[in-house]
């Protein structure tokens, strides 16, 4: 048996996505050969991220500033907003280089059978920035699945009637795929290919 201090700091790295018994051993055995100096540093990144990071008040993206270096930058395309269903897929997007508009990202996708409705995902701070916005496209870029498309025909839907065009990025992107995983020039293809949607 594991002493206790190494048993609780296997079952803590256990509390991380994708993480079982052996990777979260392997995790745990590799901490305790950390030099003292790099395994402070690992704990203080941890509690800083932890204790700084937050939501930007303008677009729900992840920050440690007041508002996001994006929607603070003002050399970016006003009159285009990315939505995405979460901050990972900013990231994305932003290392591609080739968007230069602005995002607001969704806390996660409708999905009925989930028990997760429209107001659970901030639909409405998305409407009410898109009203007070100047913005001329809504480019929906959600993960191609039951989920994505329920989620992108109930944006359109609220959005009729207002005048922009709202467009969806393309098939480069397979149904049911995770855009995390995404190859770069998939992503590249599908933001280009983006279609009106109907």
Known sequence: MYPDSLRDLIEG????PGIGEKTAERLAFSLLDLPEEKLNFFVESIKTAHDKIHRCPICNHITDQD????????????????????????FLFERLGIYHGLYHVLDGLISLIDG??????????????????DF???????????EGETTSLYIKKIL?????????????????????YM????????????????
């Open 136 to 146: 001329k496209e809504i480019i929906l870029a959600v993960k191609p699945s039951i």
């Open 160 to 180: 009729e009637g207002l005048n922009l065009t709202i467009s969806k990025i393309a098939s480069g992107v397979p149904m049911g795929a995770d855009m995390e």
């Open 13 to 16: 790295f256990k509390y991380l």
């Open 116 to 133: 997760i409705n429209p107001e659970d995902i901030g639909i409405d701070k998305l409407v009410e920035r898109i009203k007070k916005g």
């Open 67 to 90: 508002v996001c270096n994006i929607c603070s930058d003002r050399l970016r395309d006003t009159s285009s907003l990315c939505v995405v269903e979460d901050s990972k897929n900013v």
């Open 183 to 198: 190859d770069a020039m998939t992503l590249e293809r599908a933001l280009n290919d983006r279609k009106n949607i109907e």
